[in-house]
């Protein structure tokens, strides 16, 4: 029996929408009657969950589809170069399909490889460093019927900067199973009581103690509990999960064997973003050696024996998932919308069953702590976040890729490191998180300063400001579930006031405008999305107004966005074609 | 069980059994949280987020919170009024909301709640965006243009068989409620009224009966309370011997305003005392020959003769207000905007059932003003001072803001002049 049968039919439903997305390139309306019966749901509540992923077509997506990031770093390494090739090479525009039905060429947000771009999924297999010839080359070879997985690229784990040896905590080898003899060294409360005296945080951005969400979730008492890990890192810029996928998924899988041990959980899943799904046969193939090991499964020896095992959940394209609630809904089958906060995971999650949901980093730190014993963790970083960080590099430096750095390194002193001379704006933490000017470059990355979820992207001096940020307000309003109106439509209004600034149609009501509907969204949005999707805007005025003030027009009494010859241009070219005749 | 918890809103000390929800302990204690997809204790949905409160000093929702000992929470603070006011406004902004041509007025809780916060004009630009009305299912509407995704009808509606009736579909902007036509079919008849009833807003109509209550004796009609509308400070000025000038003109709106203009009766005779009006329908002074105080605008912009008069009225006075729907939103003749201009022509002038076969004439001639693609709103083209929602507004209402804006006076609207509709 395989492991996805413990859990309750529906978290199967992305499963089978996948195999028909794979099979026959996108779902059709008889698909969907006979999933609807076979799932014991209506139909429209199907289309519900099908119209929210973005990876799944209703509509023929070729046999060969195309997704190429859409993010600014894309923009900013060559995308639109990368565009033209492959439109001149299939012969046909962005978001269309072949005739033939060979080839379609979507957009699609952050893919996960900004040290790596331009890049591109085939049937989600990674091409990276994209040339105008290398798409030639692969568009050709796809016709003389190569596979894409035959002729992909493997992304390349970039690591660029490590700590001495004693303080580096994730990028150094490792000897599978070595942490595992802790099981039986330690009861799971005294794995939990480690935990929190590490003083280990969600790095996912979110920062909650992990060791306080464990004994939560052993305290509840419950018939089944879930070890979910969230491997859908999907802010744009970041791909520090990739690289531990890729390098070390035996300390991930471990992570999850000691949460599943603390907690008292049998089940566990790695949801796992589909733009990572190249890296799902490697995971599998590593789960399985762990079961065959009797490290995974029925009776895994440790101090007091129990049962866990994994299997890996794929996602279908929402950034919201990585919202830990949202990410639940999904994994159950449903539309990945966020809850509200009165009751936590920990205590009705998946299934309404307690659930712990850990980032892939986190989880990755927790074997290697237990090895270097909290003490000599204890002893990197600062107090507030001990031990070291994985930072996705990207954007205008030297050296693209990873970063493991010590907490508490100085923000110039790591610009120095990545070879970026004339570093203007850094976008810190991705998007939703703060972008930072000259002034923050003497801060400290730390949770007492400067706290980051994974993603730096670094912007020099020729960057457009309006244009970086016009980019991330596409990718919000893209990407909001749209269950609460601040976030589905404030996000909306926002990118129209940057339209207006970019324009030159602005006046200085349109800044108050933003200052002041920012601070609506954030406070009475349901979920971090909408609670963060404006900081990067509104750093952006206070930290460089100039660049606004200089788009300002002068303050009238009318609206500049106004333009009666585009307003009448409609009307004329109707009247035009109809006076005209051909003969 | 005895079970009391004390804690704090507004600063009032209050005591309740704890673990009960906010929204009902403050009501019980006269303190309104407006609320509107919250309608059961059980499983709040937190979806309309006007409910948010500071809990502790940080925003959450009330119909989430339930009370336990030491709880510090603000409501009324004038940070949480305005962002309430904000989101009814974002939500009159997303949707299509007409309230002249709607089924539900008058029993909509969205519209009470813009009543009760005296809300004029919304401060985001409207998003017209095209939604579809769905008349498929025999019994249903579902009017996607008023629909605010509460998510009411989602949760609570299912078939005996446990299947969802109502389904959101896309995501993001373009989230829509739908019907499930083969599990709609399956519900009763007291059921489908149900989810009209539980509807907070006139999204989901059962045909034949969305019209049975008579306009005028509805639950808001009866309900309601005053407004005091907020004024910027400052009057218009002028010397003591002259009287105010107040200039007024419809555009494309149906002249009803202005009927209700001539409504005060012989109090026109005492206004007339203060005001001496310049280019107005009501004069038949096609130009200006003074500069005004007061520029009364009634219609939105459809045409460019539209938008000329208007930038027109806006250099030459120097108080704007919009007065009716069609001004303040672009109201009736608005509703064109979902349909492509030219299909609009052509049903006007060519497919119409009462245009000639193989008529093939579209009104175009250099005298005659050119129709925009869209109708505006007034304060899409122009800044607009002041505001006068209704259709038409009440004649009192009218009169009442004019005379204090011109005076500087302070004054209330009772709920009878206040309408959208």
């Not at chain 1, 070595?178 to 939990?192: A, G, Q, R, T």
């Not at chain 1, 003490?375 to 070291?388: C, N, V």
């Amino acid at each position: 029996m395989a492991i996805q049968d413990n859990f309750p039919l529906r978290s199967s439903l992305m499963s089978v929408l996948w195999d028909i997305q794979r099979k026959r390139r996108f779902i059709s309306r008889d698909d969907m009657t006979k999933i609807a019966r076979e799932f014991n749901i209506s139909r429209m509540e199907l289309e519900g969950v099908i119209s929210f992923y973005h990876f799944y077509h209703r509509a023929d997506c070729g046999k060969y589809t195309i997704y190429i990031n859409d993010c600014v770093i894309s923009q900013y390494s060559g995308r639109n170069v990368i565009v033209a090739a492959f439109e001149e090479a299939i012969g046909v525009k962005m978001g269309h399909v072949t005739a033939d039905k060979m080839f379609g060429l979507f957009k699609s947000p952050c893919i996960g490889l900004s040290d790596q771009e331009p890049a591109c999924l085939i049937n989600f297999q990674p091409f990276t460093n994209l040339t105008p010839f290398k798409i030639k080359e692969i568009i050709s070879q796809i016709r003389n019927g190569k596979r894409a997985y035959e002729i992909c690229d493997t992304p390349k784990s970039v690591i660029q900067y490590t700590p001495v040896i004693d303080k580096t905590v994730f990028c150094k080898p490792y000897t599978p199973y070595s942490s595992l003899s802790f099981l039986k060294k330690y009861n799971p409360e005294e794995i939990i009581e480690e935990i929190k005296k590490s003083n280990l945080a969600g790095r996912g951005g979110a920062f909650f103690p992990t060791g306080l969400k464990w004994q939560f979730c052993r305290q509840n008492k419950a018939d089944q509990k879930y070890i979910i890990c969230n491997a859908d890192e999907g802010e744009p810029g970041t791909f520090k999960d990739r690289v531990l996928l890729e390098e070390h998924p035996e300390l991930l899988i471990e992570g999850m064997i000691f949460a599943a041990y603390s907690v008292g959980a049998s089940l566990g899943a790695i949801y796992l973003r589909a733009e990572y799904r190249y890296l799902k046969e490697k995971l599998e193939k590593v789960l399985f050696k762990y079961r065959k090991e009797g490290k995974l499964g029925k009776e895994i020896s440790a101090k007091i024996p129990f049962d866990f095992d994994i299997y890996v959940h794929l996602g279908a394209g929402a950034y919201i998932c990585g919202e830990e609630t949202a990410l639940i809904h999904s994994m159950e089958g449903k539309r990945g919308e966020p809850s509200t906060k009165e009751v936590f995971p920990v205590e009705k999650g998946f299934d309404g069953k307690p659930t712990v949901v850990n980032n892939v980093e986190t989880l990755c730190a927790v074997p290697r702590i237990l090895e270097m014993g909290v003490d000599s963790w204890l002893a990197i970083g600062t107090e507030k976040t001990p031990g070291t960080k994985l930072l996705s590099v990207s954007g205008d430096c030297e050296k693209k890729g990873i970063y493991e750095i010590e907490w508490g390194m100085n923000m110039r002193e790591f610009i120095k490191l990545t070879g970026a001379k004339d570093a203007k704006m850094i976008q810190f933490s991705g998007p939703s998180g703060e972008l930072l000017s000259e002034k923050d470059f003497d801060r400290n990355i730390s949770g007492e300063d400067l706290s980051c979820g994974g993603s730096v992207m670094i912007y020099n001096d020729t960057r457009d400001l309006l244009h970086i940020l016009k980019n991330y307000s596409n990718f919000f309003v893209e990407e909001s579930c749209g269950i609460c109106v601040p976030c589905r439509t404030g996000n909306f209004l926002l990118n129209k006031k940057i339209n207006k600034l970019i324009l030159g149609h602005a006046e200085e009501k349109d800044l108050a405008d933003i200052i002041e509907w920012s601070k609506i969204i954030k406070t009475t949005s349901r979920c971090g999305l909408g609670q963060s999707s404006s900081n990067s805007l509104n750093d952006a005025m206070k930290k460089f107004p100039e660049i606004f003030e200089k788009r300002l027009s002068e303050n009238t009494d009318f609206n500049k966005a106004f333009n009666l010859e585009k307003a009448i241009e409609e009307y004329d070219n109707i009247i035009n074609d109809l006076s005209t005749t051909y003969e | 069980m005895n079970n009391k918890v004390k804690l704090k809103i507004d600063g009032k000390s209050i005591q309740a059994e704890g673990g009960t929800n906010l929204v009902d302990v403050a009501k019980e204690n006269n303190i309104f949280i407006p609320t509107l997809c919250y309608f059961k204790e059980l499983n709040p949905l937190g979806t309309c987020r006007i409910c948010t409160v500071k809990l502790n000093g940080k925003h959450t929702t009330g119909c989430t919170v339930k009370v336990s000992e030491g709880m510090n929470i603000e409501v009324n603070t004038p940070e949480l009024l305005d962002n309430r006011k904000a989101i009814i406004e974002m939500l009159y902004a997303e949707g299509n909301h007409f309230c002249p041509t709607c089924e539900k007025s008058g029993n909509c809780d969205m519209q009470n709640h813009a009543y009760d916060m005296g809300l004029t004009v919304t401060r985001y630009p409207h998003v017209f965006s095209d939604k579809i009305v769905d008349f498929t299912p025999k019994r249903m509407i579902m009017e996607s243009n008023r629909c605010i995704l509460c998510k009411r009808c989602v949760e609570e509606i299912k078939t005996r068989d446990g299947k969802d009736v109502f389904s959101f579909v896309q995501r993001g902007i373009k989230t829509r409620v739908h019907i499930d036509y083969e599990q709609e079919a399956k519900l009763s008849e007291a059921e489908a009224l149900y989810a009209m009833k539980i509807c907070p807003v006139g999204a989901i109509l059962i045909k034949g009966v969305a019209h049975e209550q008579p306009f005028g004796e509805r639950k808001y009609d009866i309900l309601g309370k005053d407004v005091i509308p907020s004024f910027k400070s400052g009057k218009a000025k002028k010397e003591d011997h002259e009287k105010f000038i107040v200039a007024t003109t419809s555009l494309a709106g149906c002249f009803g305003c202005h009927m209700s203009l001539l409504d005060i009766d012989t109090g026109l005779l005492d206004m007339l005392e203060i005001v001496e009006f310049n280019k107005s329908p009501l004069t038949d002074i096609k130009n200006f020959t003074k500069r005004c105080h007061v520029g009364l605008i009634e219609g939105g912009c459809a045409n460019e003769e539209n938008v000329h008069v208007l930038r027109e009225f806006r250099k030459k006075c120097d108080i704007l207000i919009g007065f009716g729907e069609c001004a303040i939103m672009g109201g009736i003749p608005a509703m064109r905007n979902f349909i492509p201009l030219k299909e609009c022509l052509e049903e006007s002038y060519m497919n119409g059932m009462t245009s000639e076969i193989g008529a093939d004439i579209i009104p175009a001639h250099e005298d005659l003003p050119k129709l925009l693609n869209n109708v505006y709103p007034c304060n899409e083209v122009v800044k607009i001072d002041y505001y006068i929602p209704g259709c038409p507004p009440n004649a009192e209402h009218i009169w009442k803001v004019v005379k204090s804006i011109l005076l500087g006076e302070e004054f209330s609207i009772t709920h009878d002049e206040f309408k959208y509709d």
